[in-house]
Every structure is written in C-alpha cells, then in structure tokens.
C-alpha cells in the first residue's frame, strides 16, 4: 500500500512515481533514477526521509540533475557501508543533518561510495539508449557529436551498432578517467577501455578520447565549482583530481594522441587546467593536438589570455541557461564569448544535455547573439557549432561545411536563421536531416 502521505505535495507525487517502477525495471532490487533538484524538497535540500517512508528496505538512489550528485535511501547507504561516522572521500563530501545523521545526499566525489554498489545497466537497456539517443540527435539537425564520457559498456555497444550499420552519428567518444565517481567506473577499468581503442574503432566512431573532471556544479544550492578567491587561491579540496594528477596525465594522453577534455566550470579549475597544459607543452611542445576546456563559464583576467598560445579550445555549454529560475541566477555573466573570440581563442559547442529535455542546439545559438557585452554574431555562432566543431575533432577534412569532397552531412530548416531575430533562432525546427547521403529525419 502506498503510504497515504505521498498524495498531498509534487514532491510526493515524485516519489510515488518511483514507487510504481515495475519490477522489471528494478536491476537486482534496486530503483535507480534520474533527476533530483534541490528546490523540489522544503528548505531547498534534498534528504532521505522522503524516500525511507515508501521504500525502508529497497535501496534508492536518484541522481541530481547536474550529475555532479545523489541522493541515496537508508537501505542504500546500509549496503554501501555508509553512516554518519564515514568520512568525506577525496574530492567528496557526505552530507549531515545538524544532530550528525546522514541527509543521504552524497556530493562529487562522494557518490562513488554508493553507485560503486549499484547493478550496471544491461548490455540491452544501454543499446537502446543510444538508438534513441541518435535518433533524437538526427531530429534536431546534430550529425557529428563529441560524447563526453563513456563507459566500457556504452563502448562495446557503440562498436557494435556501428558495425551492423546501424549508427547514424559521426562520433569521438571520451573514456572517463581520473575519480570514478561520475564515470561509474575505476581507473582500472578505464585504462582497460582506453587500451583497447584501436580494436573498438569503427568508420563513424573513434575512442580517441579521453575525459577528466576537475570540479563540479556551479549550481545550488552546493556550488562545488572551485573558484579563486581574491588572492588567486583556491580550496584544493573541492577538486575531483590533483592538479598534479591531471598534468602528468594530461602529458601521457597528449603523448599517445588522445584528445582530452577536462570539465572546468570555476576560474580556479579553470587555472589548473591551463596550468596542467601550461606544463604538458613543455614537456611534449606542440603536438598539433588541442585539448577542450569543457563548459570554460569563467576565466580570470590573466587566464583568458592564455588560452589561444597553449592551443586551448573552449568549449561553451550555453544551452543551460534554458533553465530559468534562483537555481541558474548564479550563471549570470557566464561564457565570455566576445571576449574569448577577440584573443581569438577557437570555440565549440556542447549541449549539456545531460541538464535539459533535450540536445537541441538552436536556443542556445539564439542566447549566443543576445548575451549583452559578450554576444557574438550569428556566422560566428554557426562557425563554432559546425566547422570548429568538427576540425577539433579531427574531422575537419571530412565535415563541418558543406565542401565538394566532404561528406554529405546537411540540414534543412524551417526558416533562414540571417533574416530573423535571436529570440526566433531560438525556435527554429530541423525539417530533415541528411547523413552521409541518406536521410535520416524528416518532420512530420
């Protein structure tokens, strides 16, 4: 019976709708779930009273919709070993109710205690993810993407798709590497996926690369993103991984030509990225490849500058700002695009899709020309997102433009981009979308 308390609040209702995930749904007893978001609960903080109710011996666990985070159930930290004498892991923090019990949510590095527990997903659940996750990428016009983090199984699916003909969506994979808490595995495991890169390549995807985190989520009501302070310090603990880690990886990974991307959202994990390349150009000079900074929402004054002579790209996620609300006021004065394009530093674009609905591009194109002092034109805006995209990747000889000799990779749209406004750029639909040749998406 469900407990009559779930009926009187959206927050319940939540809950109740997790109640009713059928068995089959259920890995190893397990409900494992997307997303929280601290304004749903009162107080603005999640905890695992709201979950102990319905399931007290079901394990749960629910993501927060950054990813950075978890909320897990009673049942869930008994089977991890987790209580309120557990102390925080590297780069992690557990958090407390003020009598010292556990609120059950886990920040950053701290969610590996528990997903580490977790049942994987199965070979089947992730091969129809990514069908589905081509599928919509080819309605909203996107041919060519970068995957900022995948698993071993994600990659032995991806492979396999590919080779029965069935992948409809050029790709650069990024293995995870560095603290498993966001890529749900160790670094053994990593290392093994990474190693077998040259078997798993296939014609339409590469698994040159590779992904590292250096913060987290610049969002409340945590803010884990690692900011300088006024002296040019930052808290060393908030970091997924040393900066000394990411420079000795990061020169490694440029000697065996993987392409890396580091998640940076706060000046100060923006300085250790530039600092970890800073050093890794040293020691390995230009080697022609140019690492991604991904999401780049901050950069000091003094780093800003440094991007364009170490071959930095800077990846903008601007699609976030989608989301209106006190969660994202934060954001405010975030992506430097002007700024960055005037050091002529190359860009490119990432939906974060993880965050919104959907990996539609067009919104945050439209924000792209409508962002006060740093707004930037449109054929700037739609040379990041198309032919600067596609060259960072090592396609640049293929795709990105429409070229004799190039791939046939084309969109056709529901109106001309240079004759509207930005806020109706923003609303444009992908009426088809040709791949290779072959029309992969018509609208209905």
Same mark, same amino acid.
């Given at each position: 019976?469900?407990?009559?308390?779930?009926?009187?609040?959206?927050?319940?209702?939540?809950?109740?709708?997790?109640?009713?995930?059928?068995?089959?749904?259920?890995?190893?007893?397990?409900? &494992? *779930?997307? %997303?929280? #978001?601290?304004?749903?609960? !009162? $107080? =603005?903080?999640?905890?695992?009273?709201?979950? +102990?109710?319905?399931?007290?011996?079901?394990?749960?666990?629910?993501?927060?919709?950054?990813?950075?985070?978890?909320?897990?159930?009673?049942?869930?930290?008994? &089977? *991890?070993? %987790?209580? #309120?004498?557990?102390?925080? !892991? $590297? =780069?992690?923090?557990?958090?407390?109710?003020? +009598?010292?019990?556990?609120?059950?949510?886990?920040?950053?590095?701290?969610?590996?205690?528990?997903?580490?527990?977790?049942?994987?997903?199965?070979?089947?659940?992730?091969?129809?993810?990514?069908?589905?996750?081509?599928?919509?990428?080819?309605?909203?016009?996107?041919?060519?993407?970068?995957?900022?983090?995948?698993?071993?199984?994600?990659?032995?699916?991806?492979?396999?798709?590919?080779?029965?003909?069935?992948?409809?969506?050029?790709?650069?994979?990024?293995?995870?590497?560095?603290?498993?808490?966001?890529?749900?595995?160790?670094?053994?495991?990593?290392?093994?996926?990474?190693?077998?890169?040259?078997?798993?390549?296939?014609?339409?995807?590469?698994?040159?690369?590779?992904?590292?985190?250096?913060?987290?989520?610049?969002?409340?009501?945590?803010?884990?993103?690692?900011?300088?302070?006024?002296?040019?310090?930052?808290?060393?603990?908030?970091?997924?991984?040393?900066?000394?880690?990411?420079?000795?990886?990061?020169?490694?990974?440029?000697?065996?030509?993987?392409?890396?991307?580091?998640?940076?959202?706060?000046?100060?994990?923006?300085?250790?990225?530039?600092?970890?390349?800073?050093?890794?150009?040293?020691?390995?000079?230009?080697?022609?490849?140019?690492?991604?900074?991904?999401?780049?929402?901050?950069?000091?004054?003094?780093?800003?500058?440094?991007?364009?002579?170490?071959?930095?790209?800077?990846?903008?996620?601007?699609?976030?700002?989608?989301?209106?609300?006190?969660?994202?006021?934060?954001?405010?004065?975030?992506?430097?695009?002007?700024?960055?394009?005037?050091?002529?530093?190359?860009?490119?674009?990432?939906?974060?899709?993880?965050?919104?609905?959907?990996?539609?591009?067009?919104?945050?194109?439209?924000?792209?020309?409508?962002?006060?002092?740093?707004?930037?034109?449109?054929?700037?805006?739609?040379?990041?997102?198309?032919?600067?995209?596609?060259?960072?990747?090592?396609?640049?000889?293929?795709?990105?433009?429409?070229?004799?000799?190039?791939?046939?990779?084309?969109?056709?749209?529901?109106?001309?981009?240079?004759?509207?406004?930005?806020?109706?750029?923003?609303?444009?639909?992908?009426?088809?979308?040709?791949?290779?040749?072959?029309?992969?998406?018509?609208?209905?």
């Amino acid at each position: 019976m469900v407990p009559i308390t779930l009926l009187k609040s959206p927050l319940n209702q939540s809950v109740m709708r997790l109640w009713l995930f059928p068995e089959s749904k259920r890995p190893d007893g397990w409900i &494992i *779930a997307d %997303v929280y #978001r601290g304004d749903n609960f !009162p $107080d =603005g903080y999640a905890d695992r009273k709201f979950l +102990d109710e319905a399931f007290p011996d079901t394990p749960v666990y629910i993501r927060e919709w950054s990813y950075h985070h978890g909320l897990a159930n009673s049942k869930a930290l008994e &089977i *991890a070993g %987790v209580d #309120r004498d557990t102390p925080d !892991p $590297d =780069g992690g923090k557990i958090l407390h109710r003020d +009598d010292g019990e556990l609120t059950g949510e886990l920040l950053a590095g701290a969610t590996w205690l528990v997903t580490q527990h977790m049942p994987p997903l199965s070979e089947e659940a992730v091969r129809q993810a990514l069908l589905d996750t081509a599928a919509l990428c080819a309605e909203y016009g996107i041919t060519s993407v970068q995957d900022a983090g995948i698993t071993e199984t994600m990659a032995l699916q991806l492979h396999a798709l590919d080779q029965e003909g069935l992948w409809n969506l050029r790709t650069l994979a990024h293995v995870f590497w560095g603290n498993p808490a966001v890529s749900m595995m160790s670094i053994e495991q990593s290392e093994e996926t990474i190693a077998k890169r040259a078997e798993l390549r296939s014609p339409r995807i590469s698994f040159d690369g590779v992904k590292l985190l250096i913060d987290g989520s610049p969002l409340q009501p945590h803010h884990t993103d690692v900011q300088l302070d006024g002296h040019g310090h930052f808290d060393r603990s908030k970091l997924y991984t040393s900066p000394e880690t990411i420079a000795a990886a990061l020169t490694r990974f440029d000697i065996e030509g993987l392409h890396v991307k580091m998640h940076a959202v706060g000046t100060g994990a923006n300085r250790v990225a530039l600092d970890a390349i800073s050093a890794m150009r040293k020691v390995n000079g230009q080697s022609g490849l140019m690492p991604e900074i991904a999401h780049s929402l901050y950069f000091s004054p003094e780093d800003l500058v440094r991007l364009e002579p170490l071959g930095v790209v800077a990846e903008m996620s601007p699609a976030i700002w989608q989301i209106k609300g006190p969660l994202t006021e934060s954001l405010a004065g975030a992506w430097p695009f002007r700024s960055l394009l005037n050091h002529g530093v190359t860009m490119t674009i990432g939906s974060d899709w993880v965050m919104l609905p959907s990996p539609n591009l067009f919104p945050a194109i439209g924000g792209m020309l409508d962002h006060g002092d740093e707004s930037i034109s449109l054929a700037d805006a739609l040379e990041i997102a198309t032919r600067n995209g596609a060259t960072v990747a090592g396609w640049g000889d293929t795709a990105g433009s429409i070229e004799v000799g190039k791939m046939a990779d084309m969109i056709v749209l529901d109106r001309n981009l240079f004759a509207v406004s930005p806020e109706q750029v923003g609303k444009t639909r992908v009426l088809k979308t040709i791949f290779e040749g072959r029309e992969i998406y018509t609208a209905q």
